[in-house]
């Protein structure tokens, strides 16, 4: 067991740790005033401790130096709880970007907060506290294949978001949700002095995860692919004088993928080690992904990698590095060359059901001025990084450069006819990091040596080279990373198990309408489509 239990009722609170001692920063404290714990790995650790006495705790001497900012000075894949006894006040945070997870139950005398989904609702069961189906996020998932904001599952838990902290005054059980992301101003200076900062803060965020490799005594391990983001972290780290003993690659065998990160690889003389994806046995693992993933993306989105993990071997190895959600940082989520409202683009994937949640859609995105910011929180923190939760499952933690709270608000204050089609970002390698651009980049299958490069690979290279692969030479399997849908459509007994999933679990939906729209998706839905099915009812099966 991982992570903590906070019970708090009538004014008594009853804190149960989970939380493993001497693992990476894994920390339990407690004396007459102050009960803390903290989960996780905490990047900037070693630079906080050098200005606390030495007669005490860092996060003693934080909070006390500091009791509304301690927090977000926290940087890492974190998650913890501060008590104040004396003032009988409780805050529970998670890290920057959300990849720490901590969920939340709230009612008018009691309050129950755990780091666990699965173990918060077996805690409601036991108390004999009534709970009900989140119809919202079910159909978030059918059509978005994540659930939206803080929503969850059940519709009284609901989850902390990226950057957030939940207070809570134990005397009158007054609860309240803050955020510690303060955004920068609108970015003045010149492009130049813009590239020149980027480039600064992601050396530096580089450093800190590279550097706690070194504190931990352990080699370091880094994910490689053909597209950018990975290898900026790999060629980085390399240039700044650290050693990566092993750059893991995982895809279609002989796809541009491994191709290109082998390339990279042994250019930088690094060993080089390939999970392939050929054959799809491992796309029906519903149950599997659950555990890690708590039923809030489709599965599906982590097949390949849960897949994947099970050949590293963490114990060996420090940080899992990677170069998550750089694209999304500088540029993918900027649909627009211009500040705009978001739209339902990018975050519906699967529309067949969409009219069923569109209303309360419209009413979340309302609530935001920059389609950046929503396409952030849920496409990036709520789906895209379900890598961190299965780098979970392996005892260790997954972190990007990219995903430090500094580069973040930079690149965020930044304007937004700047990172459109990521031109920013391409501006940026080419100047100071030009041995990134020396190989082809898998999304346009050219160098990315220029904007009309991204225009031209996006337009007509890419789509040329998979009509080719798909229509010309059927080779199919080398057309992408994945190909979910050829296996399970030449596989029978991939079909029968989804099959059997679906009709062992579809009587569970006591949800008439929410129950035919699953059929219908089911029946007649691509792959992507099913397996957002079976990841409902595996919500379904395990909650209710």
Same mark, same amino acid.
């Given at each position: 067991?991982k992570?903590?239990?906070? +019970?708090?009722?009538?004014?008594?609170?009853?804190?149960?740790?989970?939380?493993?001692?001497? =693992?990476?920063?894994?920390?339990v404290?407690?004396?007459?005033?102050? $009960?803390?714990?903290?989960? @996780?790995?905490?990047?900037?650790?070693?630079?906080?401790?050098?200005?606390?006495?030495?007669?005490?705790?860092?996060?003693?001497?934080?909070?006390?130096?500091?009791?509304?900012?301690?927090?977000?000075?926290?940087?890492?894949?974190?998650?913890?709880?501060?008590?104040?006894?004396?003032?009988?006040?409780?805050?529970?945070?998670?890290?920057?970007?959300?990849?720490?997870k901590?969920?939340?139950?709230?009612?008018?005398?009691?309050?129950?907060?755990d780091?666990?989904l699965?173990?918060?609702?077996?805690?409601?069961?036991?108390?004999?506290?009534?709970?009900?189906?989140?119809?919202?996020?079910?159909?978030?998932?059918?059509?978005?294949?994540?659930?939206?904001e803080? =929503?969850?599952?059940?519709?009284q838990? %609901?989850?902390?978001?990226?950057?957030?902290?939940?207070?809570?005054?134990?005397?009158?059980?007054?609860?309240?949700?803050?955020?510690?992301?303060?955004?920068?101003?609108?970015?003045? @200076?010149?492009?130049?002095?813009?590239?020149h900062?980027?480039?600064?803060?992601?050396?530096?965020?580089?450093?800190?995860?590279?550097? %706690?490799?070194?504190?931990? +005594?352990?080699?370091?391990?880094?994910?490689?692919?053909?597209?950018?983001?990975?290898?900026?972290?790999?060629?980085?780290?390399?240039?700044?004088g650290?050693?990566?003993?092993?750059?893991?690659?995982?895809?279609?065998?002989?796809?541009?993928?491994?191709?290109?990160?082998?390339?990279?690889?042994?250019?930088y003389?690094?060993?080089?080690?390939?999970?392939?994806?050929?054959?799809?046995e491992y796309?029906?693992?519903?149950?599997?992904?659950?555990?890690?993933?708590?039923?809030?993306?489709?599965?599906?989105?982590?097949? =390949?990698?849960n897949?994947?993990?099970?050949?590293?071997?963490?114990?060996?190895?420090?940080?899992?590095?990677?170069?998550?959600?750089?694209?999304?940082?500088?540029? $993918?989520?900027?649909?627009?060359?211009?500040?705009?409202?978001p739209?339902?683009? %990018?975050?519906?994937?699967m529309?067949?059901?969409?009219?069923?949640?569109k209303?309360?859609?419209?009413?979340?995105?309302?609530?935001?001025?920059?389609?950046?910011?929503?396409?952030?929180?849920n496409v990036?923190?709520?789906?895209?990084?379900?890598?961190?939760?299965?780098?979970?499952?392996?005892?260790?933690?997954?972190?990007?450069?990219?995903?430090?709270?500094?580069?973040?608000?930079?690149?965020?204050?930044?304007?937004?006819?700047?990172?459109y089609?990521?031109?920013?970002?391409?501006?940026?390698?080419?100047?100071?990091?030009?041995?990134?651009?020396?190989?082809?980049?898998?999304?346009?299958?050219?160098?990315?040596?220029?904007?009309?490069?991204?225009?031209?690979?996006?337009?007509?290279?890419?789509?040329?080279?998979r009509?080719?692969?798909?229509?010309?030479?059927?080779?199919?399997?080398?057309?992408?990373?994945?190909a979910?849908?050829?296996?399970?459509?030449?596989?029978?007994?991939?079909q029968?198990e989804?099959?059997?999933?679906?009709?062992?679990?579809?009587?569970?939906?006591?949800?008439p309408?929410?129950k035919?729209?699953?059929?219908?998706?089911?029946?007649?839905?691509?792959?992507?489509?099913?397996?957002?099915v079976?990841?409902?009812?595996?919500?379904?099966?395990?909650?209710?």
């Amino acid at each position: 067991m991982k992570g903590f239990q906070i +019970h708090v009722k009538k004014g008594r609170v009853k804190i149960q740790s989970f939380i493993q001692s001497h =693992h990476f920063d894994n920390d339990v404290f407690e004396d007459e005033d102050l $009960s803390f714990g903290i989960e @996780g790995v905490l990047l900037n650790k070693k630079q906080i401790e050098k200005n606390t006495p030495p007669t005490q705790h860092y996060l003693q001497y934080l909070y006390q130096t500091h009791p509304l900012d301690a927090i977000k000075q926290l940087e890492g894949e974190i998650v913890g709880y501060i008590f104040d006894q004396q003032q009988k006040k409780l805050s529970v945070f998670t890290n920057f970007t959300g990849t720490r997870k901590c969920f939340y139950y709230a009612s008018e005398n009691e309050v129950i907060i755990d780091t666990d989904l699965p173990r918060l609702v077996k805690t409601l069961k036991a108390n004999h506290i009534p709970y009900t189906v989140d119809e919202f996020a079910m159909y978030s998932l059918l059509v978005c294949g994540n659930t939206l904001e803080n =929503h969850t599952p059940i519709q009284q838990i %609901k989850k902390l978001c990226d950057a957030e902290i939940l207070q809570l005054d134990i005397t009158s059980n007054q609860l309240e949700i803050h955020s510690y992301h303060q955004p920068l101003p609108s970015f003045q @200076g010149t492009k130049e002095e813009a590239l020149h900062r980027i480039n600064e803060i992601f050396i530096e965020a580089t450093k800190l995860e590279f550097d %706690k490799d070194l504190e931990l +005594h352990l080699p370091s391990f880094a994910l490689l692919s053909g597209g950018l983001d990975s290898r900026m972290t790999l060629i980085n780290a390399i240039q700044e004088g650290y050693s990566i003993a092993k750059a893991f690659c995982f895809s279609q065998k002989g796809y541009w993928d491994e191709v290109l990160a082998e390339k990279i690889a042994k250019d930088y003389q690094t060993p080089f080690h390939f999970v392939s994806l050929n054959g799809g046995e491992y796309i029906i693992a519903v149950d599997d992904i659950f555990q890690k993933s708590h039923g809030l993306v489709s599965y599906t989105s982590a097949a =390949h990698t849960n897949y994947a993990y099970q050949y590293i071997p963490c114990h060996s190895y420090g940080l899992i590095h990677s170069g998550q959600l750089g694209d999304g940082i500088l540029g $993918s989520f900027n649909k627009h060359p211009f500040p705009h409202p978001p739209t339902s683009e %990018k975050i519906v994937v699967m529309p067949r059901l969409f009219h069923r949640m569109k209303a309360q859609f419209q009413e979340i995105i309302q609530s935001y001025d920059r389609e950046e910011l929503f396409l952030m929180r849920n496409v990036g923190y709520n789906r895209a990084v379900i890598g961190s939760y299965m780098a979970e499952s392996l005892d260790s933690y997954q972190t990007s450069p990219f995903m430090h709270s500094e580069f973040i608000r930079f690149a965020q204050s930044l304007p937004e006819d700047w990172k459109y089609q990521q031109k920013i970002y391409i501006d940026w390698i080419n100047t100071y990091q030009k041995n990134a651009t020396q190989y082809i980049w898998e999304r346009t299958l050219l160098k990315p040596t220029s904007h009309i490069k991204t225009w031209i690979g996006d337009k007509l290279m890419k789509r040329f080279f998979r009509i080719w692969k798909t229509k010309v030479t059927r080779d199919i399997e080398r057309s992408n990373m994945t190909a979910y849908d050829y296996y399970f459509e030449r596989n029978i007994q991939l079909q029968q198990e989804a099959n059997q999933y679906f009709e062992e679990n579809i009587q569970r939906v006591n949800f008439p309408t929410l129950k035919e729209d699953m059929i219908l998706q089911f029946t007649h839905g691509s792959f992507t489509e099913k397996a957002a099915v079976l990841t409902v009812l595996s919500n379904f099966k395990h909650y209710f």
